[in-house]
């Protein structure tokens, strides 16, 4: 007990800070485990938690399926840390009060090597590979790099004073050292085994963890109850966070959006926003927390309490998405609008619909913005464009409003008039160009031309009766589309002089024209005995 107490005070003593995300999680179940819970690793698969007891040695082995203790087993006289190997068949454990280091066979959960490091062995990480084990000596101040091929010890880092917390980057070749009693964080170059740089933090760091990109590495210090937050490209403190009382430990969430920072002295888990790099809630929890271990998808979690004996088992809610502006506000009912939905905790959308008009025909979503093509409907008028996730469905508000407009098309007519004169059989030859100015594709139309009278007309593509030629069009004609119709009308020996005026105008269609009466131009000529023709 007297051990116990001992290390207890030494953890009790160190500084740290922390952070966490929204929205806050919930406890699901508190699991009674061996006395003094200190660390807690979660197998790849997610299936099992390991948890080690700081007093007894004895290491706890939960099902997280139903959040029962499923086994134990006892290795060396006390154990701080615990991490899994890659493919989770080993198991690794610093022993403070023997300077070892314990390699456990996870299939029958025996020990297969123990490791002599140096003096009172604290935090331990593994390498993205599982190559290399490293591991803090608090009062050696020295990193022991350990060759998990071999389980020996393959060098000795000289570091800060105090160290406890370790984080090590995606490729394996930067570890931080959280340097306790220098009141910095050391950056290793774990290649040539030394310290390529020193961060000041301006307290005491304890706990460690990287942003999933790499770019940030929070600390947690307990002796002023903030985090601080490093550029890991700069090496150069970016700012604390206050949070609860003595955090020892913080844990980002595998999305980058949210740190949890275990306060061990008001039993409380802050959450932090990691953008804004601030507290967005905070979660009563048990007796002294401090080891969080969160599944790959964030969305379970596995707290240690210390002095309480327990592992807290958390549920991680994703976050309720929300729509705060839409661009282009309005559409026609056709359909094919492409929008962009600007918002909150997008990602990973499953739907996106336009109220009654239906789900969008096709959409992409980050975690702020969807690119969405709006549905075809009937209806006219304003209706919610909601994302759905797995987090719920965001709520209807003014912001994501998108109106429907009736469909129109708006039909350009543009008429030529080409004298062609001959001795006997002079004509004017017509050309009708149809243009779709849009907004939307034209589906159908007609345009019609009054034919002068005692004159002869023909067409190839075009149909002539009582006086007045039709034309249709042969298929829909999409925006910024052309076609052209063709007529021409026989002028003979006429005497003295002749002049008419033929206008080509819409007169169906589908949809709508928006502005109708300028669907149309005339063509003005005149002749003189059929043998000089003029136009205009």
């Not at 403070?96 to 456990?104: A, I």
Request: one cysteine or more; aromatic letters at 4%; a negative charge.
């Amino acid at each position: 007990m007297t051990a116990i107490a001992a290390a207890t005070a030494a953890l009790l003593s160190q500084p740290a800070t922390a952070a966490a995300a929204a929205p806050p999680p919930t406890v699901t179940a508190q699991v009674p485990v061996a006395p003094y819970p200190a660390g807690v690793a979660l197998t790849p698969d997610g299936g099992h938690v390991y948890v080690t007891s700081q007093s007894s040695g004895t290491v706890s082995v939960l099902d997280t399926a139903t959040n029962t203790v499923s086994g134990s087993f006892t290795v060396g006289t006390g154990s701080y840390a615990v991490a899994l190997s890659p493919d989770g068949h080993r198991a690794y454990l610093t022993h403070h009060l023997d300077n070892t280091v314990s390699v456990v066979d996870t299939a029958s959960n025996t020990v297969t090597a123990t490791v002599p490091v140096g003096s009172q062995p604290w935090g331990l990480v593994l390498s993205p590979d599982g190559s290399r084990a490293y591991v803090s000596n608090a009062s050696a101040n020295t990193v022991s790099v350990l060759d998990t091929s071999s389980d020996t010890v393959t060098a000795t880092v000289p570091v800060g004073a105090e160290p406890h917390g370790l984080a090590v980057s995606a490729d394996g070749r930067r570890l931080y050292v959280a340097a306790s009693g220098d009141k910095a964080v050391n950056v290793i170059d774990t290649v040539g085994s030394t310290v390529s740089a020193t961060v000041p933090v301006g307290h005491s760091a304890f706990g460690l963890a990287l942003s999933p990109d790499g770019g940030r590495l929070w600390a947690a210090d307990a002796d002023d109850s903030t985090a601080a937050v490093i550029d890991t490209a700069a090496n150069t403190l970016l700012g604390t966070v206050p949070v609860g009382s003595g955090p020892y430990a913080v844990t980002v969430a595998p999305d980058g959006a949210a740190a949890y920072v275990s306060n061990y002295a008001d039993n409380t888990l802050s959450v932090v926003d990691t953008a804004s790099r601030t507290v967005t809630a905070t979660v009563p929890v048990g007796a002294s927390p401090y080891t969080l271990a969160l599944t790959a998808d964030g969305r379970r979690g596995y707290l240690a309490d210390f002095t309480g004996g327990t592992v807290q088992a958390l549920n991680f809610p994703l976050p309720v998405p929300a729509v705060t502006a839409v661009t282009p506000s309005s559409g026609s009912g056709v359909g094919g609008t492409i929008v962009t939905v600007t918002g909150t905790d997008l990602n990973g959308a499953t739907a996106v619909t336009f109220g009654a008009a239906g789900a969008a025909t096709a959409f992409s979503c980050t975690r702020t913005s969807c690119t969405a093509t709006a549905p075809a409907t009937t209806v006219t008028g304003a209706v919610d464009v909601q994302v759905t996730t797995a987090g719920g469905t965001s709520a209807a508000v003014a912001a994501d409003h998108f109106t429907y407009t009736a469909p129109s098309a708006h039909l350009a007519v543009a008429l030529t008039a080409t004298p062609v004169t001959h001795l006997l059989a002079s004509r004017v030859d017509y050309t009708v160009t149809l243009t779709n100015q849009g907004p939307d594709e034209l589906t159908s139309a007609t345009v019609a031309a009054g034919l002068p009278s005692g004159l002869t007309a023909t067409s190839t593509d075009c149909s002539i009766a009582a006086g007045k030629r039709s034309c249709t069009l042969a298929a829909p004609l999409a925006k910024g589309a052309s076609t052209t119709r063709h007529f021409s009308v026989t002028v003979g020996l006429l005497s003295l002089i002749r002049s008419w005026d033929v206008t080509v105008a819409r007169t169906a269609g589908v949809p709508a024209d928006p502005s109708p009466a300028t669907s149309q131009d005339t063509r003005s000529c005149s002749s003189v005995l059929g043998l000089v023709i003029t136009c205009t």
